[in-house]
């Protein structure tokens, strides 16, 4: 299985990071795709793509971030972008969700920020990796006035949430959706209307994609520690027992559908 979103890049990996890569491998987890969330993250990203076979870069700045950029962030995004083992741009997108330790950023920027990631995007012809939370109005309203811009596929949501009428219409503009080990958790999430596994069942299988976001959404049993990648195999197997396949079936066709939307090799 391969993890098509994760941090390897922070802090929270700094002392036992190849150790983390190690178990992923015995997990049989082919693939990790780190994703930035500004500069310096994305920076990061990229020199881990270079020390390590396996594991890829997708580079961006993430809404939570918009307000504290450099002057020529584009141009060093752009920069960073065009490095080999780049596979996509994110991760970008608008987020109107209050956390405890991040408040919300100003909406303008954010959907300033966005639409120059999806310009850097065409020009580069790579893929997006979309942020949304309790944005999807929003976000859509954007990817619609930019369908131009986007590339066939656009890219993906990342760890997926909302309603399965905003699922139809991000899967109508072509888009894979990510998720996560949040799924795991039983309820619906604040804010929500719509339980995620009511989301998976909606869903095609064709246009799924694990993904992990280590350090956080770590799934049950393990909730409450460090997530790390080799835990995708968590995602899908609970994603198998929705759609009851077998874990074989949900390894194969999110492998490929993975290699639809992100150009890595050696997987
Ligand atoms: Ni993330």
Redesign the pocket.
């Known amino acids: 299985m391969i993890d098509v ?3 390897l890049n922070f802090q929270a990996f700094e002392k036992d990071r190849d150790a983390v890569i190690k178990r992923a491998v015995k997990a049989e987890v082919t693939a990790i795709i780190n ?1 930035g ?1 500004k500069i310096d993250s994305s920076a990061k990203a990229v020199k881990l793509g270079e020390q390590y076979d396996n594991l890829y870069a997708i580079v961006g700045i ?1 809404p939570h971030h918009v307000d504290k950029l450099e002057k020529d962030w584009e141009q060093k995004l752009e920069d960073l972008a065009r490095k080999p083992k780049v596979v996509g741009i994110g ?1 970008c997108g608008i987020d109107y969700y209050a956390y405890p330790s991040n408040g919300i950023t100003d909406p303008n920027k954010q959907k300033d920020v966005f639409i120059k990631q999806i310009q850097i995007a065409n020009r580069l012809k790579l893929p997006l990796q979309i ?1 949304n939370r309790h944005a999807g109005k929003d976000i859509l309203d954007i990817l619609l006035r930019h369908t131009s811009y986007l590339l066939n596929p656009p890219g993906m949501f ?2 997926f949430s909302g309603d399965v009428e905003f699922l139809k219409k991000v899967l109508d503009l072509g888009f894979y959706i990510g998720f996560d080990g949040n799924i795991t958790y039983k309820g619906i999430a604040r804010g929500e209307t719509t339980s995620l596994k009511d989301l998976i069942s909606y869903c095609p299988l064709d246009r799924i994609l694990l993904e992990t ?1 280590s350090p ?1 959404l770590t799934p049950i049993p393990h909730r409450g520690k460090r997530n790390e990648p080799q835990y995708v195999i968590l995602v899908g197997e609970f994603i198998a027992h929705i759609k009851g396949v077998l874990k074989d079936v949900i390894k194969e066709q999110t492998t490929r559908n993975t290699m639809s939307v992100f150009a890595l090799r050696n997987v």
Do not use: K, M, V
Request: aromatic share 8%; with cysteine; hydrophobic share 0%.
């Open positions: 979103h994760c941090h994703t969330t993430h991760e942020h990342h760890c976001d956080y």
